[in-house]
T-cell receptor, first 113, second 112 residues
C-alpha cells in the first residue's frame, strides 16, 4: 500500500455538473500527478503539480483544472461533465518533478450519467 | 504521436511457471521505463524500473529486459503465483519529460 489517499472512492454525477476529487500525497513527496484511466485502458496523464503550480499537462481540455496546496495535497476539478469523463481518476505522488517512480492511490471511480 | 503498446492483451500461465510480458515502444528518445501491476479495484503498483543505459535489472522474482535496438521491453516473473494475477502496464518517459506514457496493459491469469 502506498501513502497516497484519494477521496471519494466512488462518485456519480450527471452530465453538465461539476466535480472535485481530492488527493493526499505520500509523506515526503512534493509532486502530484493526475491520470485518467478509462475501462480496459492504461492511465492517461492529465497534469502534474509541483510546488503549487501546474508543471506539465496532457491532452485534456481546460475544463480539467487542479490545485496543489502547501501541504502538497491536491484537487482535480472537472467542469461541465460529459459522459466520456466516466473513468477511474488516479492521483500519484513522487519525490521530484521528474516524476519517475510514481506512487498511485486507489483512485476515484467517477460515473457520469 | 509516440506511444507504448503491448503485444498480448491476455496471458494465461500455470502456477509455478515463469511469465514473460512484452511491451514495444516507439519513442527512441525514451530513457526511463517502468512496470506497474494493477489489481482489480486498486491503483497501479510499482514493480520495477530501468533506465536506457541498462539492458537488464532484477528485483525479487522479477526481471526487466530492455532491448533498445528493437525498442522492446519485457517483464519476466519467476515462479508465477496466484497473487501475480493482475493487469500489467509498461510505461515510458522521455529524457526531457515529466510524464509517463502508459501502454494498454496485459492481463496475467495464473491457473492453479
Amino acid at each position: 500500500e502506498t501513502g497516497v489517499t484519494q477521496s471519494p472512492t466512488h462518485l456519480i454525477k450527471t452530465r453538465g455538473q461539476q466535480v472535485t476529487l481530492r488527493c493526499s500525497s505520500q509523506s515526503g513527496h512534493n509532486t502530484v500527478s493526475w491520470y485518467q484511466q478509462a475501462l480496459g485502458q492504461g492511465p492517461q496523464f492529465i497534469f502534474q503539480y509541483y510546488r503549487e503550480e501546474e508543471n506539465g499537462r496532457g491532452n485534456f481540455p481546460p475544463r480539467f483544472s487542479g490545485l496543489q496546496f502547501p501541504n502538497y495535497s491536491s484537487e482535480l476539478n472537472v467542469n461541465a461533465l460529459e459522459l466520456d469523463d466516466s473513468a477511474l481518476y488516479l492521483c500519484a505522488s513522487s519525490q521530484d518533478r521528474r516524476n519517475e517512480k510514481l506512487f498511485f492511490g486507489s483512485g476515484t471511480q467517477l460515473s457520469v450519467l | 504521436g509516440e506511444s507504448v503498446g503491448l503485444h498480448l492483451p491476455t496471458l494465461s500461465v500455470q502456477e509455478g511457471d515463469n511469465s514473460i510480458i512484452n511491451c514495444a515502444y516507439s519513442n527512441s528518445a525514451s530513457d526511463y521505463f517502468i512496470w506497474y501491476k494493477q489489481e482489480s479495484g486498486k491503483g497501479p503498483q510499482f514493480i520495477i524500473d530501468i533506465r536506457s543505459n541498462m539492458d537488464k535489472r532484477q528485483g525479487q522474482r522479477v526481471t526487466v529486459l530492455l532491448n533498445k535496438t528493437v525498442k522492446h521491453l519485457s517483464l519476466q516473473i519467476a515462479a508465477t503465483q496466484p497473487g501475480d494475477s493482475a493487469v500489467y502496464f509498461c510505461a515510458e518517459m522521455g529524457r526531457a519529460g515529466n510524464m509517463l506514457t502508459f501502454g494498454g496493459g496485459t492481463r496475467l491469469m495464473v491457473k492453479p
